[in-house]
């Protein structure tokens, strides 16, 4: 036959996480038999007798304060050989507890995780169960499953720490309805059980010390706090050595602080000895009487922040060993945190946000146990109970960094729309940052390449409608076309004129030239005997007896003795016989009595 198991100097304490051991004080039904003492006395040479192979078993434990929050339960065998699985836990609650998952009257299962062997199992139960009697069933019985010992890890409800996601004013469970605990409102979580307060879900954990439960600190000194440079702190707290971690013969190694093993390795032999207050004792819990401080870098000094405030328990499942230094309002610009008296310190939690405008973490649901992370693109809004999009104007950067950043000139973004600043449309512009809307430019001008400006067409060029990024040349919509002054449109020269070579008006023809109707591109000099002032539409004929000038400015005289008529185009000399004088539309003929003079 196997031997029995020999009996750890403080067994309850290691499965315990600093809850109590129900069981010690329960009163024992195995079946019909009542007072049961062997499965309650923390002694694993003495084993169940009332049960009979292959029938059912079933050991009711009935909690001497009722109702009671269980944490986990715990059956040892009575051999390190022993098998036993198959037993079953359920928690019965026939009394009222203002909060608890489950209901008067009810009967809910813990969950079964075994142990590094057969030889024990561990019954997790769900968070905020509350029971009066603790049942440990199985439904065949046999020698190898004989059980040694029960343990009930847990506190009476109104010592029983609220679970994560939950909060009250004591940090724990109470008898009384309105004060018991509540799950966190939206917008807030809590991810530590026994808290007193919800914390804004913008606030993360940084931890300090490194996390092992046997380390020691010299909490005096300053801690640095390197993730934080001028954050904003809510609530710092401060996880004392587990007693746990320590027995009677403390083992020492390259990793151990030899300090910590040769000092403390009668630490904690029973519950009793840890919780001792003697001056004296190894085990004085000096964390209770710290004082946080907060400080502030600076070149040469240290400047104490507002002292935190709450020093109290916040009842946690390690009641004497954990506290929530909380300030009155969250504390800006820290970088260090310090204490006032060295204490063992296994961890240190500071909860803590970077001082700025948007957070990406929140909470849509009541009772978060952690902080909901918002998908890219997206900030939690003011109340950190949803993730919005950026303001108009204004996006995400896809870089991470928790911002929402105006659009720079040339782009913009929408009210409401998908994260990202756009383009501004060609021949749109935005010319400051953080606008919701691109301008069209205006007649006569186009968008800038960089959609930042818009400038004005080149002369003789035109955009005859709003929101264009190129201009048009008026030549190529015809010779005779040039830009209205404010070049919206291209207009047509009228008759007598001309465009300008930059085509930014139009010029009269030089006189002794005109230009009528569209299909004459071109001022054409007046024919003879024709002439024009400038600006003509046409040639007006010269009287007779008259011609025009050589630049078709002005008519002038036939010279005497020349002539010119209605048909003619010149002036013509008189024939033989004939005379006339000057500005004659015709010659006369000389008397048969008079000699004409050559």
Same mark, same amino acid.
Request: proline share 5%; net charge neutral.
């Given at each position: 036959?196997?031997?029995?198991?020999?009996?750890? %100097?403080?067994?309850?304490?290691?499965?315990?996480?600093?809850?109590?051991?129900?069981?010690?004080?329960?009163?024992?039904?195995?079946?019909?038999?009542?007072?049961?003492?062997?499965?309650?006395?923390?002694?694993?040479?003495?084993?169940?007798?009332?049960?009979?192979?292959?029938?059912?078993?079933?050991?009711?434990?009935?909690?001497?304060?009722?109702?009671?929050?269980?944490? *986990?339960?715990? #059956?040892?065998?009575?051999?390190?050989?022993?098998?036993?699985?198959?037993?079953? #836990?359920?928690?019965?609650?026939?009394?009222?507890?203002?909060?608890?998952?489950?209901?008067?009257?009810?009967? /809910?299962?813990?969950?079964?995780?075994?142990?590094?062997?057969?030889?024990?199992?561990?019954?997790?139960?769900?968070?905020?169960?509350?029971?009066?009697?603790?049942? /440990?069933?199985?439904?065949?019985?046999?020698?190898?499953?004989?059980?040694?010992?029960?343990?009930?890890?847990?506190?009476?409800?109104?010592?029983? %720490?609220?679970?994560?996601?939950?909060?009250?004013?004591?940090?724990?469970?109470?008898? /009384?309805?309105?004060?018991?605990? =509540?799950? !966190?409102?939206?917008?807030?979580?809590?991810?530590?059980?026994?808290?007193?307060?919800?914390?804004?879900?913008?606030?993360?954990?940084?931890?300090?010390?490194?996390?092992?439960?046997?380390?020691?600190?010299?909490?005096?000194?300053?801690?640095?706090?390197?993730?934080?440079?001028?954050?904003?702190?809510?609530? /710092?707290?401060?996880?004392?050595?587990?007693?746990?971690?320590?027995?009677?013969?403390?083992?020492?190694?390259?990793?151990?602080?030899?300090?910590?093993?040769?000092?403390?390795?009668?630490?904690?032999?029973?519950?009793?000895?840890?919780?001792?207050?003697?001056?004296?004792?190894?085990?004085?819990?000096?964390? =209770?009487?710290?004082?946080?401080?907060?400080?502030?870098?600076?070149?040469?000094?240290?400047?104490?922040?507002?002292?935190?405030?709450?020093?109290?328990?916040?009842?946690?499942?390690?009641?004497?060993?954990?506290?929530?230094?909380?300030?009155?309002?969250?504390?800006?610009?820290?970088?260090?945190?310090?204490?006032?008296?060295?204490?063992?310190?296994?961890?240190?939690?500071?909860?803590?946000?970077?001082?700025?405008?948007?957070?990406?973490?929140?909470?849509?649901?009541?009772?978060?146990?952690?902080?909901?992370?918002?998908?890219?693109? =997206?900030?939690?809004?003011?109340?950190?109970?949803?993730? #919005?999009?950026?303001?108009?104007?204004?996006?995400?950067?896809?870089?991470?960094?928790?911002?929402?950043?105006?659009?720079?000139?040339?782009?913009?973004?929408?009210?409401?729309?998908?994260?990202?600043?756009?383009?501004?449309?060609?021949?749109? #512009?935005?010319?400051?940052?953080?606008?919701?809307?691109?301008?069209?430019?205006?007649?006569?001008?186009?968008?800038?390449?960089?959609?930042?400006?818009?400038?004005?067409?080149?002369?003789?060029?035109?955009?005859?409608?709003?929101?264009?990024?190129?201009?048009?040349?008026?030549?190529?919509?015809?010779?005779?076309?040039?830009?209205?002054?404010?070049?919206?449109? !291209?207009?047509?020269?009228?008759?007598?004129?001309?465009?300008?070579?930059?085509?930014?008006?139009?010029?009269?023809?030089?006189?002794?030239?005109?230009?009528?109707?569209?299909?004459?591109?071109? !001022?054409?000099?007046? %024919?003879?005997?024709?002439?024009?002032?400038?600006?003509?539409?046409?040639?007006?004929?010269?009287?007779?007896?008259? *011609?025009?000038?050589?630049?078709?400015?002005?008519?002038?005289?036939?010279?005497?003795?020349?002539?010119?008529?209605?048909?003619?185009?010149?002036?013509?000399?008189?024939?033989?016989?004939?005379?006339?004088?000057?500005?004659?539309?015709?010659?006369?003929?000389?008397?048969?009595?008079?000699?004409?003079?050559?």
């Amino acid at each position: 036959p196997s031997s029995p198991r020999s009996h750890p %100097p403080h067994l309850a304490l290691t499965v315990l996480d600093g809850y109590e051991n129900l069981a010690k004080t329960a009163t024992v039904k195995v079946g019909s038999t009542a007072d049961v003492k062997v499965m309650n006395d923390l002694n694993l040479e003495t084993k169940l007798t009332q049960c009979q192979a292959g029938s059912a078993c079933k050991v009711e434990l009935t909690l001497a304060q009722k109702p009671s929050g269980i944490y *986990k339960v715990t #059956v040892y065998g009575p051999s390190e050989s022993s098998d036993v699985s198959g037993w079953k #836990v359920q928690l019965k609650l026939d009394d009222e507890a203002p909060g608890s998952t489950n209901e008067k009257g009810s009967q /809910v299962a813990c969950k079964d995780v075994a142990s590094s062997g057969k030889d024990s199992f561990t019954f997790t139960c769900d968070p905020g169960l509350a029971a009066s009697v603790v049942i /440990v069933e199985t439904t065949s019985f046999a020698e190898t499953k004989n059980l040694a010992e029960i343990i009930v890890a847990g506190h009476q409800w109104g010592k029983f %720490p609220c679970p994560p996601g939950k909060s009250s004013a004591t940090g724990s469970y109470t008898k /009384v309805d309105g004060s018991t605990c =509540k799950p !966190c409102a939206k917008g807030t979580y809590q991810d530590l059980s026994g808290q007193k307060f919800c914390r804004p879900s913008k606030f993360k954990q940084t931890k300090i010390t490194d996390g092992h439960m046997n380390s020691y600190q010299d909490a005096q000194s300053d801690l640095t706090m390197s993730d934080l440079k001028g954050g904003v702190v809510h609530d /710092v707290v401060v996880y004392n050595i587990n007693f746990d971690d320590y027995s009677a013969t403390p083992k020492i190694d390259a990793k151990q602080d030899s300090k910590e093993a040769t000092s403390k390795g009668d630490c904690a032999k029973t519950l009793a000895s840890y919780q001792n207050k003697a001056s004296d004792s190894l085990c004085v819990l000096k964390v =209770k009487d710290a004082k946080v401080k907060l400080l502030e870098a600076s070149s040469k000094t240290k400047v104490e922040s507002n002292a935190l405030i709450s020093t109290e328990n916040t009842g946690t499942s390690r009641r004497d060993q954990t506290y929530t230094f909380k300030p009155s309002s969250p504390t800006e610009g820290v970088s260090k945190v310090g204490f006032s008296q060295s204490f063992l310190l296994a961890e240190l939690l500071v909860y803590e946000a970077y001082s700025r405008t948007y957070f990406e973490h929140y909470n849509d649901e009541l009772g978060a146990a952690a902080a909901k992370k918002c998908d890219k693109g =997206k900030v939690a809004n003011d109340q950190l109970t949803e993730c #919005v999009l950026c303001p108009g104007g204004q996006e995400r950067p896809s870089d991470g960094e928790v911002i929402c950043k105006k659009c720079t000139p040339g782009k913009y973004r929408k009210t409401g729309e998908a994260n990202g600043c756009k383009d501004c449309a060609a021949g749109h #512009v935005t010319k400051t940052e953080g606008l919701t809307e691109c301008t069209p430019c205006e007649k006569g001008k186009k968008g800038s390449a960089d959609k930042t400006k818009c400038e004005q067409c080149p002369a003789g060029e035109v955009t005859k409608s709003v929101g264009q990024s190129s201009c048009t040349a008026c030549s190529k919509e015809g010779a005779l076309h040039y830009a209205k002054s404010d070049q919206s449109e !291209c207009l047509t020269c009228q008759d007598g004129k001309v465009p300008k070579s930059d085509r930014t008006g139009c010029k009269d023809c030089e006189a002794g030239s005109y230009r009528a109707g569209l299909q004459q591109t071109t !001022c054409k000099h007046c %024919p003879s005997p024709q002439y024009s002032a400038a600006g003509s539409a046409s040639c007006t004929k010269c009287p007779e007896g008259k *011609k025009p000038n050589d630049a078709r400015t002005a008519c002038v005289d036939c010279p005497a003795g020349q002539y010119r008529g209605d048909g003619d185009t010149e002036c013509k000399p008189c024939p033989d016989l004939h005379y006339s004088a000057a500005g004659s539309a015709s010659c006369k003929k000389c008397a048969l009595d008079t000699l004409f003079l050559l």
